[in-house]
């Protein structure tokens, strides 16, 4: 007699997906690894990446772009957007498997492979007449950079409260305001910046948001936003009196927040399947330290202390990557996934900021280092569980989900 049967859940591979993975494989061999080969001393000396004011190295911005560029070129880089616009159409899990391979790789280069902050999102898909071939297209090919602008000095988490304005005066529309913590901001191409148009009292409170499209030059680059470990990326953007027709509006006019609402949860898959990722690099190699480092003998693996702290990060790195597929799973048949995307990206973060204080830990002093790439993915870790979306905010979105208090 048997029990068996799945029930119609699959976790397979796919043989798309499964021949998407190794031809990635082989890109990161070929095309990657030489040229972090190349910048080893670049790659492993944290301070020589960037300027005193925060800047990244010309060397450095020049590295990333070329990794973006050849990904472009042998189609991976935006895999997951669809084929008219450019992109592989690939589904959600296969992005999401491919995602978090490359972040299993570690805080190299590799994960410049797929788009990040800098490249086209699925907000950028409602281009329409020149807006394609000026910005959506180029952003696909990894000709043209780019940033996605919503924080303000006095808003974060409550974005709908944003106070940067856009006023309609004749054919134009006219910017002022501030934002802040902009990655990619210095070096984009063009910008999507969140505007007011309507006041919340008229529209709603997600109502009422239009976003624009901003060139190079008609912006002004503020201060740099340095986070600690992980400089350079980030910054303000002035607008005072920008000016612009209506040829530089993305998407709906008042429509904005409603159309990024629409693809947090991709949002969340992308850095749930990073941390999931960095998690099984960082356990590879704690696990393989905690085997060869001696201690009153012995290797310390052999400390339950010690190898306590692995295994419960390998039980938890498991659940948060089972998370990752049902997530994705779930965005790819169009399901609702308000909770689902919360969960992950409350669940795979907090998982990532443990193990990667296990592993500053398990190597001790080396954890310390840093030439050694530890506490640089805690720091990442750390700014994992702030961006799109606090642990706090999640949490909120779950108890909410699940008919708790507010919201
Ligand atoms: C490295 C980095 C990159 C970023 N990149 C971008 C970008 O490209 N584009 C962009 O627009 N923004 C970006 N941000 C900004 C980021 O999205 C915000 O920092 C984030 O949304 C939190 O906003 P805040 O920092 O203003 O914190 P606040 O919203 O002021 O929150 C402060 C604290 O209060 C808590 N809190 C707030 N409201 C509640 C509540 N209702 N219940 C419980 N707790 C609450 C928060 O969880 C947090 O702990 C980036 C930030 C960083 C650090």
Known sequence: MSISGTGGVSFDVDDETALILESLEEFVAQEVEPLEEDLDDLLTNPR?????????TDELLEAREEVRRRSAEAGFYAMNLPEEAGGQGVPPVTWYRAKKRLASKGPGLARHVLAGPEGPKPLLLQAAGEQVERYL??????????????????????????ETTARKEGDEWVLNGRKQWITNAPYADFIQVFARTTPQEEAGRYGGITCFILERGEYEVGSYNNVVGAPGSQAEIHLDDVRVTDERVLGEVDGAFYAAMEFLSLGRLELGAEAVGFSEFLLERATEYANQRQAFGEPIGSFQQVSAKLARGRAKT???????LKLAWKVGRDERTVMDSSILKWFATNVFWEIADAAVQIHGANGLAEENPYMGLLHQARILRIVEGTDEIQLNTIASQMGIGGE
């Open 137 to 162: 297209e180029p952003a696909i090919r990894a000709e043209k950079s780019t940033a996605f602008a919503q924080t303000e000095p006095g808003v974060g988490s409550d974005s709908p409260n944003m």
């Open 48 to 56: 020589r990446g960037y300027h005193e004011d925060g800047r990244l």
């Open 318 to 324: 498991y659940a948060a990557d089972a998370a990752g």
